[in-house]
Nanobody
Framework: QAQLLESGGGWVQPGGSLRLSCAAS??????MGWYRQAPGKRRELVAT???????NYADSVKGRFTISRDSAMNTVYLQMDSLKPEDTAVYYC??????????WGQGTQVTVSS
């Protein structure tokens, strides 16, 4: 059983930056990542990183967002730069375990507006 604790959401003006963190209670996983859900829309992938360090990004965030993990491999970060109003959403941390189970954080709100 894994638990995920997210932090770092908030309000920022367009063009600004935020960094999200997700601390996991386990450090053995296939992949961790971030998803987001805007009001009235489906949850969508933002970025993922595998245990070997391979990253994947949604086209809408490529070049602006960077996903990384610490050396202990139990914390994943999402550096978000050049934020746009359309990035406004609840961001969820995800962990896909070696047992094939998906775990989700509670979500953190990111609001981009002037």
């Amino acid at each position: 059983q894994a638990q995920l604790l997210e932090s770092g959401g908030g309000w920022v003006q367009p063009g600004g930056s935020l960094r999200l963190s997700c601390a996991a209670s386990i450090n053995r996983f296939v992949a961790m990542g971030w998803y987001r859900q805007a009001p009235g829309k489906r949850r969508e992938l933002v970025a993922t990183i595998t245990s070997s360090g391979t990253t994947n990004y949604a086209d809408s965030v490529k070049g602006r967002f960077t996903i990384s993990r610490d050396s202990a491999m139990n914390t994943v970060y999402l550096q978000m730069d050049s934020l746009k109003p359309e990035d406004t959403a609840v961001y969820y941390c995800n962990l896909y375990s070696r047992m094939g189970t998906d775990y989700w954080g509670q979500g953190t709100q990111v609001t981009v507006s002037s």
